[in-house]
């Protein structure tokens, strides 16, 4: 009996060692599936929008669904004209439309008269550049639901209207940064709100650094 195991064994070593393999590589693909930090299922299968990237179409998830921004056709703002260099990150050539950058500089002056810096890292983006953001972190390695976690899909950034600033450093480290506690306390005297607060009603993810202007 024992001899007859043995022989067995020995008889169906490569096919057991395959459904092994084939068991082995299943748990890590569902561990993988359920560690992934994208948007899962059912969260975008509902979804009756797309987005297009490079010829694949993405149902739009959740919180973007429902929330395109301006019109995708024709969304550049005519009036769009470039933020002075002293207020933007290593002078780059940041455009927002004029009353956003009226407003954005007075804010910036009474900000340093506190000793606070503003400054801009990024303005005015177009829906190709926001698909050139997901092409490049999808490149990397991330898939879609991953980036719109954290990105607005083409079509659904706030950048897209001119009138929304991301403010330096525009990463977790502004929630704690003596700008954002300035803000919080001053920007609504000047027409900018904090488009995706923490614990948002809206369930977006909160960007500490994102600002926009609201109009007077
Ligand atoms: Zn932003």
Not at 27 to 48: C, E, F, W
Not at 100 to 117: L, Q, R
């Amino acid at each position: 009996m024992r001899t007859n195991m043995i022989f067995l064994i020995g008889r169906y070593f490569w096919k057991i060692k395959f459904f092994l393999l084939v068991f082995v590589a299943g748990i890590t693909i569902s561990i993988y599936a359920n560690d992934s930090k994208g948007l899962q299922p059912p969260h975008y299968l509902n979804s009756s929008e797309y987005v297009v990237i490079e010829g694949k179409a993405y149902p739009v998830p959740y919180p973007w669904q429902g929330k395109r921004v301006g019109n995708a056709d024709d969304p550049k703002p005519d009036d769009l004209v470039r933020l002075p260099l002293d207020l933007t990150l290593d002078q780059s050539k940041i455009y927002v439309t004029a009353a956003t950058k009226d407003a954005f500089v007075i804010m910036a002056e009474a900000a340093k008269e506190d000793s606070i810096t503003l400054l801009a890292d990024s303005g005015y983006r177009s829906p190709a550049y926001q698909k050139q953001i997901y092409k490049r972190r999808m490149k990397k390695g991330k898939d879609f639901y991953e980036v719109a976690t954290g990105t607005a899909p083409p079509g659904y950034s706030e950048h897209m209207l001119g009138s929304t600033l991301d403010l330096v450093p525009s990463s977790f480290m502004f929630a704690k940064s003596p700008a954002q506690a300035w803000l919080q306390e001053n920007a609504s005297k000047f027409n900018f709100i904090e488009s995706y607060p923490e614990n948002n009603a809206d369930g977006f993810f909160w960007e500490p650094w994102h600002w926009k202007y609201v109009g007077p």
